[in-house]
Antibody, heavy 125, light 110 residues
């Protein structure tokens, strides 16, 4: 079955750029799914950051859009997140997840499954 | 402040039933499908329910979902201590053009 694994630096300096990669195994990133990043500040809830399709199409959370870039590397079966101008408020566990979405007459259906194990990124000098 | 509203906590005794509500608006729950996630302590979220009331393979039928208007509900019967976790609802918000989650509900099995 599909498995996802996040990797990247666990510590980023304020005003710097957070960079993470999500490796997809057990399936192709070129399948008919989107691929998302979700974060969770310590002790708080989930926040969707954005998503990418294997074609390179992206959608971002409007609240983060000006600082977020998500890219895909089909040759390596992975996708990546860059978040610029980080502050302490960006300290969180970052998860990647497969994002299934279907647009039906009755509305949009989407769900995240599976998820990576998550990686804690701390923004501190 | 989350777009979807959940109670911060619920509790019930082992073997009992509990429901967790998720309230939204016409731009999200009212016109789109809802999913639910279970997050055990120190682990990643896990999909419990999608399309309002469908269970992925491997999820026991003790877990159920429903939707009415702009609210959704997760039900858990036959509570076990292993069900102690945080539960999140999620959906698409057409006005925000973003995926949104509830603030999460902590379930305690007394």
């Amino acid at each position: 079955q599909v498995q996802l694994q996040e990797s990247g630096p666990g510590l980023v300096k304020p005003s710097g750029t957070l960079s993470l990669t999500c490796a997809v195994s057990g399936g192709s990133i070129s399948s008919s799914n989107w691929w998302s990043w979700v974060r969770q500040p310590p002790g708080k809830g989930l926040e969707w950051i954005g998503e990418i399709y294997h074609s390179g199409s992206t959608n971002y959370n409007p609240s983060l859009k000006s600082r977020v870039t998500i890219s895909v590397d089909k040759s390596k079966n992975q996708f990546s997140l860059k978040l610029s101008s980080v502050t302490a408020a960006d300290t969180a566990v970052y998860y990647c997840a497969r994002d299934t979405q279907i647009t039906m007459v009755q509305g949009v259906s989407n769900w995240f499954d599976p998820w990576g194990q998550g990686t804690l990124v701390t923004v501190s000098s | 402040q989350s777009v979807l509203t959940q109670p911060p906590s619920v509790s019930a005794a082992p073997g009992q039933k509990v429901t967790i509500s998720c309230s939204g608006s016409s731009s999200n729950i009212g016109n789109n499908y809802v999913s639910w996630y279970q997050q055990l302590p120190g682990t990643a979220p896990k999909l419990l329910i999608y399309d309002n009331n469908k269970r992925p393979s491997g999820i026991p039928d003790r877990f159920s979902g429903s939707k009415s208007g702009t609210s959704a509900t997760l039900g858990i019967t036959g509570l076990q201590t292993g069900d102690e976790a945080d539960y999140y609802c999620g959906t698409w918000d057409s006005s925000l053009t973003a995926r949104v989650f509830g603030g999460g509900t902590k379930l305690t099995v007394l």
